[in-house]
């Protein structure tokens, strides 16, 4: 029996004129290259984003046609979010930390065919200039420079608009925007999101018990809009009509703490080094800045226990998701349960800094390979996900099937385990395990008891192969400006916390830690590092 | 171009799962018959309602069949909610303050096969038993009454389950559930919700910007569950995990208080008389209960800005909503956007009374004679609404296609208009308005106007036929315990607030009012009433 229901696709288009008919007056921030800010209102965006998809079609983008951008956080790149869905294109982010030949690689996968650049970016568009081949390449002049030759300057191509653009009639599973995982390993594979996906991913982070944007916030998404979406959070402002401060390419800490106090920002979002600068930041300029309560929202990998504790000192609350690409990427959310509420704080940082619960429309299961694994905290297997808005393939490359079970679950390659509550920790990546005499030892607890210590700034523990135990764990550390903890002194702080025969055997001192161009540790480098290895005997 | 998403169907198993696998230990409470409390967690209610599921088919429930229920709020009707369209049947919620004509004409309209009825509403059956045909009657032992030949017992029947219930594959647009509307004119008309609205539904009611149900809530849903699925708070509390508290047949403003008290409730929801009543009995009995801080949703007709001071006194925040059973009913929410929290309590508090903006995935227009009319705060139309849980048809009634629009928006005959801030408020019910010497008076506005009337409890205003204007205001005042307030009196109270000729011309002091099975003013009996009217000359 069908219900008597009307038939309403979930599109972009709903929150596109939800947000230009209902919250028109509010403010949509920029940071510029020039540290100006550029300010409007979701009316101009509304008029704009509208005026984008007017021209595409007029330009001939026909419906899936695929529009790369290559842009920081700013106002054109959130009218890119909406326009060319709204045109019945798909938006296709491009990771501009990406070296050159991969983002050609991705573009030429993709089969794009414009590209919208920012100005700024076009020393890097020459690099990959040669191995693309983008019909039209249209430039955001977001400095005073003019646009060459060659280009057209996005600010005229809107401007033709008419104003009366007629949308498409959508179907909500029609893709909407596409990105392609980062790859620590292997080639760049796409993920292909549907206005459907992304509508109820962006209903999930306006829930009270996920991410509660509301319109009373204001939003500072340090998470680049080139990276799954920039975490669905440009759709949530739209959808929710809260004030919005995109911080453009200045992410150090000090520009965004100046943003947070002048612009009142009550939530933002970024991975973990984000927080660790800002935090460095806050304590060796006490009372400089003056912030609101805020809650930070922390993904693409673990925060340690020490930052989740040095940030509510702050009056900044950590709120932890998890998840990957082909999850859109919030498959978790971190909230306490009611009945935690009354645990002691020791209690309750050490469920914050775990990866959360599935949210609602996912589902998540933890197998090993005596099937899937029981709540005990301590079992560990890989984690799979399934849900509204997790992918079933990657897009054009059906031989990566084996990403997938025969039963229709995504293996995310991580490894994890659940608690009695149904709290998800992730263990480690499958690879980033280190596995001495038989025995798992997570690499990512011991990278965050080490941060704990006053001394460490960073670090990132590899397995090392051994010829006695297989594998044993090297530790490599950044130590604070002007500290020089000892090994000796690390070890013994690790004692209580871990068995002797997880403490790693070596440590390794640093003045930097590579990273993926997504805040990921690069592991890959690390092990490269450690090839010929000798242990002492 | 699709996506690369998987088919991720929304139902109500997923709601199921989700609150069976995560929030097992959360209680459920429901008031008995007798006053005591009926104690249960959802690890409990989970594996009853699938146990339910499976009893159901086992009976020869087919897909799509309709199941009736007759009960009022407690753990078996929450069992219903879910068991049913976890088995593929629907559920069916009849009125049980509706004529026994009425139910039994809604049941047989609806051809429904079985019926759960709680036994204390057994003699309410033995009134349409002559006009029905329920293959089966369950009956729900609330008291400890044996349940007597001729009726299953509901806890026989759901004990012989194996507990290994496999769900059937639902698709989304398959019915759910299904309500009647009251039908204050002309024969009852089905409305049936599919898995897929009612899952979008629930999510929006926890959006922070909407009613935030939230894990950490305590919910006393006063809203019947046999009208429009409950408001959807029983699917909220699910999906978040939250306590719930079930009133059972005990509504009475001290039943609740003692609830909200002793439960530590932190959300209620209810029709507008309810915390009328609450409000009377707190000022009535100061300090004798001890409330948390509160919010309560109040919807089904408007709440009058007196009542939003009252309960702001005693902490409690009032959440208007508007819809009607053809939206599921969740069209509109009222929350103060970020730029109305610093203005005066004055102008705040008269936005709160209006009836809100659309939900997200709800669109709402107003149309008059000259087409959609703009947000002036005075242009009246009818309200039509569009959106992903708004009836298309009613069930089995092609006739009744005249409800909605050529170009597909709902028809919802209230009539209402737009402010400059695209907040929604309702002037009446098409038929509800004063036509007075060609111009409207909203007979809304005189209501609200009047409760806010020291001497006043509840006030109607209705048109009454006038040989000179052809329509005149007449208010029934039902004055408080003990007052005795004159015309002479109410009508210089009204002297500032509207023109000379909106005042009603007459008042007729009354015990009280008639209202409708949904605690709706019930204008049609009070016209009745003024059939024979004779104006003083």
């Not at 951008?69 to 106002?75: F, I």
């Not at 294109?89 to 990406?98: A, E, F, I, Q, S």
């Not at 970024?270 to 809650?295: A, D, F, Q, S």
């Not at 990957?324 to 309750?348: G, I």
């Amino acid at each position: 029996m069908r219900g008597t229901m009307m038939d309403y696709p979930l599109t972009l288009i709903h929150i596109l004129e939800r947000v230009g008919k209902l919250f028109p007056e509010v403010d949509v921030l920029s940071r510029l290259p020039d540290r100006s800010l550029h300010r409007y209102t979701y009316a101009d965006f509304y008029r704009r984003a509208r005026a984008l998809a007017e021209a595409l079609q007029k330009s001939g983008l026909r419906r899936g046609d695929r529009v790369a951008t290559l842009m920081w956080n700013h106002y054109a790149h959130l009218e890119a979010y909406y326009g060319i869905p709204a045109a019945g294109g798909v938006t296709h982010t491009l990771n501009l930390r990406l070296a050159p030949q991969d983002i050609a690689y991705i573009a030429n996968h993709a089969a794009d065919r414009f590209l919208i650049v920012d100005d700024i970016l076009l020393p890097l568009y020459e690099k990959l200039k040669n191995s693309t081949q983008f019909e039209r390449v249209i430039v955001v002049p977001l400095t005073a420079e003019p646009v060459g030759p060659g280009f057209e300057n996005y600010e005229e191509f809107i401007s033709a608009s008419s104003g009366q653009f007629d949308y498409p009639n959508l179907e909500e599973n029609e893709a909407a925007s596409m990105c392609y995982t980062s790859g620590t390993t292997g080639r760049p594979k796409g993920v292909v999101f549907t206005h459907r996906s992304v509508v109820l991913h962006t209903l999930i982070e306006t829930t009270a018990d996920n991410f509660a944007i509301s319109h009373n916030d204001v939003l500072l998404p340090v998470v680049s809009m080139f990276h799954v979406n920039g975490w669905g959070l440009p759709f949530s402002a739209a959808l929710t009509g809260c004030k919005l401060v995109l911080p453009g390419p200045h992410l150090d800490a000090e520009s965004l703490l100046e943003l947070m106090e002048t612009q009142n920002v009550t939530v933002a979002a970024g991975v973990p080094t984000v927080w660790l600068n800002v935090i460095e930041n806050l304590e060796k300029n006490p009372g400089r800045w003056k912030l609101l309560p805020m809650r930070v929202l922390v993904g693409g990998a673990a925060p340690p226990v020490a930052l989740i504790r040095k940030l509510d000192q702050y009056g900044i609350r950590l709120i932890q998701g998890w998840g990957l690409t082909e999850s859109s990427p919030e498959a978790t959310t971190n909230q306490l349960k009611a009945y935690m509420q009354s645990w002691s704080d020791e209690e309750k940082y050490a469920v914050t800094a775990m990866a959360g619960i599935p949210t609602p429309l996912t589902e998540l299961r933890i197998v090993s390979e005596d099937g899937e694994v029981p709540r005990d905290g301590k079992t560990m297997g890989e984690i799979q996900l399934r849900g509204a808005w997790v992918a079933s393939s990657y897009y054009n490359l059906p031989e990566e099937k084996n990403k997938w079970t025969d039963d229709g679950w995504l293996r995310t390659g991580d490894v994890g385990v659940l608690d009695q509550h149904g709290y998800l920790k992730v263990a480690d990546r499958t690879k980033d395990l280190v596995k001495s005499g038989g025995e798992w030892i997570s690499s990512l607890d011991l990278e965050n008891a080490l941060v704990a210590h006053p001394d460490v700034r960073e670090a990132a523990v590899i397995a090392v192969s051994h010829p006695k135990w297989q594998e044993r764990p090297v530790a490599f550390i950044v130590a604070k400006d002007g500290a020089q903890p000892a090994p000796k002194e690390l070890r013994e702080f690790l004692a209580d916390k871990f068995a002797k025969w997880q403490v790693p055997d070596a440590f390794v001192f640093v003045d930097e830690l590579p990273h993926t161009s997504t805040g990921k540790l690069l592991k890959t480098e690390l092990r490269r590092r450690c090839q010929d290895w000798k242990w002492e005997t």
